[in-house]
């Protein structure tokens, strides 16, 4: 038995197999081959794969996120078989006398170049497909495999590092549990774990080799363990643990449909976060009260282009339908920092996290803004739907912001196209310069959610991404907590509601406080929904105060 020792991010027990996450990336080498011909079948019968691949892709595509989504996949189908891509592929290995991995290769950097200087922006985006598809083949002919997880069981994933952009390609009923070398305990793949209810560890030394696959293991998200082969002793242990955890979230579930109010009558609104329309599921499971905040940029990062209006609007549309009039705060692209998506382009900086990122980038490219926000108000038309923006520093923002929703109501008008007209606009607390400006940005806007993630990096001067901060990293610092009242006390001034969607929102030792300061609303990773309501339903706010010494 091997036991290694890491940071858990989300507690919790998970008993099964690993399953090493491996990365596409590989260098291509040119190689000499005798038999030309042999090559050029190896290269068909590799690119027969592919397109089965993308057939399979495509079918799961339908079926977890829509049609529209799913139409990359039969772009992808089509352009595997292209006849010009094809034909010069062949040339290479023939004149050349190399192998079909470096013609595919080669075949991919050229046209990709050749998409990248045209003039038309459609065909420019056309690039990145070239790349994806050319990788695609080269995986199949090296026989890497396509990056994920190769397992028909649900299996416990070890990895160096996720990126968001990774987690969204993953088959998440196959996952029991993350373990990786890097992150942070504030990182998307901890958020992930969250949503999904799932362990998970970070910082912890696992070898990323073969021989570590299939490999049985215990997870312990108590205590920050992984039990590889595991000896009978442990594995009994952890199994009544797990037991024992399986039994409270049976209590838990006693909790559904019932009321968020305390003993002495204060009632609070608990939501749920969520990435994508896969979240939905757990969001009705779990009972929430309605999506406190939509990760959209998922959407985009799931993509290989700008998804269009149309795409945007099926989302959308689901998420409003299916949560059948419950309230759906949705907010606009926060892509940039840790969350990158190759088309948009964004340059080099030193410093991302303080960069061109969400609010800024939606406000120096309107188009990529307007496609989305009018999308998210015809989807408004099928729900209750509510707009949000994030990484809000100032109130003149704001007022750009609203000047430009007001412009595409009035082309969705002149459209005629439906939408709600009294859609409420609220706004991210992330920055401390918002928190200063809590009353005056409350007077423009409906709501306040404040994204504690984000808040606490900018007040501590701790990127949320740097692992060896993590022991500085204090979401607890008194500094924050008085900021998180002057946030409510000023929404409140300013005739706005508060709520709290980051992290913290789910810290149960800070529920009593949260409704002590007065907040409307939080909202949480799914599965905090019946944890958080079982101490809202036991906590009596008038005496806590009283105990505390608060007004
Ligand atoms: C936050 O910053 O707290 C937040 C909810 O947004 P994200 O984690 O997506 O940056
Ligand atoms: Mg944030």
């Known amino acids: 038995m091997i036991v290694l020792e890491g940071k858990a991010v989300f507690e919790g027990i998970a008993i099964g ?27 068909e019968d590799a690119r027969a794969a592919a397109v089965e691949q993308l057939q399979a892709l495509h079918d799961k595509a339908v079926k977890e996120v829509g049609e529209a989504s799913a139409e990359i996949f039969e772009a992808h189908q089509l352009m595997v078989e292209d006849g010009d891509y094809i034909d010069s592929v062949e040339n290479i290995i023939r004149t050349q006398e190399v192998n079909a991995e470096f013609a595919v290769a080669e075949t991919g950097d050229n046209f990709q170049k050749m998409f990248l200087e045209m003039e038309d922006e459609y065909f420019r985006g056309r690039a990145a497909d070239v790349k994806d598809i050319s990788e695609r083949v080269i995986n ?33 009923d196959k996952i029991l549990s993350f373990v990786t070398v890097h992150g942070s305990a504030n990182s998307h793949t901890s958020i992930l774990a969250k949503t999904m209810n799932i362990p998970a560890i970070i910082n912890c030394d696992i070898p990323l080799t073969d021989e570590m696959d299939g490999r049985e293991a215990v997870v312990d998200g108590f205590e920050g363990k992984v039990y590889i082969d595991p000896d009978a002793e442990v594995l009994a242990a952890k199994k009544k643990i797990l037991l024992q955890e399986q039994e409270k979230k049976a209590l838990l579930q006693q909790l559904k449909g019932k009321e968020n109010v305390t003993l002495d009558g ?31 940029e998922f959407i985009y990062l799931g993509s290989e282009d700008y998804p269009t209006e149309e795409e945007q609007f ?39 996290a303080m960069g061109l990122r969400a609010i800024r980038i939606c406000l120096t490219r309107p188009e990529i803004f307007k496609t989305q926000l009018r999308a998210i108000l015809r989807a408004s038309a099928f729900g209750k739907i509510s707009i949000m923006f994030p990484m809000i520093i100032s109130v003149d923002e704001v007022k750009k912001i609203k000047e430009i929703v007001a412009g595409v109501k009035a082309e969705l008008d002149k459209d005629g196209l439906a939408y709600d007209k009294n859609i409420e606009l609220g706004i991210m607390i992330e920055t401390p310069a918002a928190v200063m400006m809590a009353e ?30 993590d022991e500085f990293y204090d979401p607890h610092h008194p500094g924050l907590l008085k900021m998180l009242k002057l946030i409510v006390d000023g929404a409140h001034k300013g005739g706005a509601w508060a ?53």
Do not use: W
């Open 314 to 352: 099926a989302i959308y549309k689901q998420v409003a339908q299916t949560m059948a009039g419950k309230k759906v705060i949705i907010r606009t692209l926060d892509i940039g920092a840790d969350k990158q998506a190759d088309y948009f382009e964004l340059p080099h900086e030193e410093n991302p």
């Open 17 to 43: 197999k690993l399953s090493v996450y491996k990365k596409t990336e590989q260098s291509v080498k040119r190689e000499k081959v005798s038999d030309v011909e042999a090559e050029i079948k190896r290269y």
């Open 266 to 296: 204060q009632k609070i609104n608990l939501y749920a976060n969520i990435g994508n329309t896969k979240d939905l599921a757990l969001v009705l499971e779990n009972d929430a009260g309605g999506i406190g905040l939509f990760r959209s």
């Open 140 to 172: 199949i002919l090296s026989g890497a495999g396509s990056s994920g997880i190769e397992s028909d069981e649900p299996v416990i994933v070890v990895a160096d590092d996720l990126a968001p952009s990774e987690t969204v390609q993953m088959d998440k």
């Open 499 to 551: 709520g709290i969607c980051g992290e913290l929102g789910s810290d149960l030792t800070l529920t009593k406080e949260f409704l002590a300061m007065g907040y409307d609303e939080l909202s949480v990773s799914p599965g905090r929904i019946l944890p958080l309501r079982k101490v809202v339903l036991e906590t009596n706010v008038i005496e806590y105060k009283k105990e505390k010494g608060l007004d």
């Open 440 to 469: 005056e940005l409350a007077q423009e806007v409906d709501f306040f959610s404040v994204g504690t993630n984000d808040l606490t990096q900018y007040t501590l001067a701790i990127d949320r991404q740097n692992q060896s901060l």
